[in-house]
């Protein structure tokens, strides 16, 4: 017999605006315990030394977090000149320096060369795998981490602030993988100079922004203010938001019931609410009267359950 979960079967998502020096793993653990949900998990890490939108799912919801892999994000980035450091933001030390310093406008015209697909070398300092150890780990203990370059997409970069010729802030629209590290230090060697990172804020994931956001302490001051953890729970975002970008399909309850089963639906379900025939492999989200039931996906037999809601 497994060991049950401690806390409460409450779902949703908790769109922690996550403050500075403040790991991924320790807020998600301090979100937990404020609301004393069985269940915890965080889509998308954030660095220690970033601030911003790192979304929360609590219970149920923790089905959902590998729906937001690909979730869009927004990052505003302050970038220093003239020096670069060996984790290529403000923590490292400095290999190299020069007095090289860009102008405002060959800042802007040099962000179309990081748009669009483009080839990416992940910092040294980072959680990527390399012979079975962490590349940060292999860093810190001295040796030179050659890491293969990847594709990952930025889709915009606007050039937000260089009224410092010693600085520039960008704001950066990307999709998953992109190391916001290493476009300072790439764009920075671009435009014949150093670069790294001096601050991070993410703004955006998916469907989870700064206006839906909220802070550590405000939470603390909810969790405190009601002993039945009401105030908490109103915090919540539904557990539907990390699916805005999948097809929603509605069925009776008989259809639900089979569902929440594990058997496939029939391939009636295969035409979608726009009357049009699903792909084979769509993913597709499954309610009955607005209740989620499942995250199905099409096949020959119908629509068959990936992950069921217990709710």
Not at 14 to 24: A, C, F, H, I, T
Not at 229 to 256: G, S
Not at 291 to 297: G, R, S
């Amino acid at each position: 017999m497994g060991r049950r979960k401690n806390g409460r079967a409450i779902s949703g998502w908790v769109n922690l605006d996550k403050p500075l020096e403040l790991g991924s793993t320790p807020a998600v653990a301090i979100v937990r315990r404020l609301f004393n949900a069985n269940k915890a998990g965080h889509a998308g890490t954030l660095d220690p030394l970033a601030t911003g939108i790192l979304p929360i799912a609590l219970g149920e919801a923790t089905k959902t977090v590998s729906f937001m892999q690909n979730a869009a994000k927004r990052y505003q980035v302050r970038i220093a000149w003239g020096a670069a450091t060996n984790t290529d933001d403000l923590e490292g030390q400095v290999i190299a320096s020069s007095e090289q310093r860009p102008t405002a406008q060959q800042i802007a015209d040099a962000l179309g060369h990081f748009t669009g697909v483009i080839a990416q070398v992940p910092p040294q300092f980072s959680a990527i795998l390399k012979n079975g150890q962490r590349a940060y780990a292999l860093a810190r203990a001295g040796e030179t981490v050659d890491l293969a370059a990847r594709q990952v997409r930025i889709d915009a970069i606007e050039l937000v602030d260089a009224s410092h010729s010693d600085y520039a802030t960008l704001d950066v629209a990307c999709g998953k993988g992109v190391y916001i590290r290493s476009l300072a230090r790439d764009l920075a060697q671009f435009l014949g100079t150093y670069g790294h990172v001096v601050s991070l804020r993410r703004t955006q994931v998916g469907g989870f922004n700064e206006k839906n956001a909220i802070g550590l302490e405000k939470l603390r001051l909810l969790g405190h203010s009601a002993p039945d953890l009401a105030a908490l729970d109103a915090c919540l975002l539904p557990l539907t938001t990390a699916l805005d970008d999948i097809l929603a399909l509605a069925v009776d309850d008989t259809q639900a019931s089979r569902i929440k089963q594990g058997q496939a639906i029939s391939p009636q379900h295969l035409i979608n609410p726009q009357g049009k025939t699903m792909d084979q492999g769509q993913v597709v989200y499954v309610h009955c009267a607005d209740l989620p039931i499942a995250i199905c996906q099409a096949d020959a037999n119908g629509l068959r359950p990936l992950r069921v809601f217990n709710l």
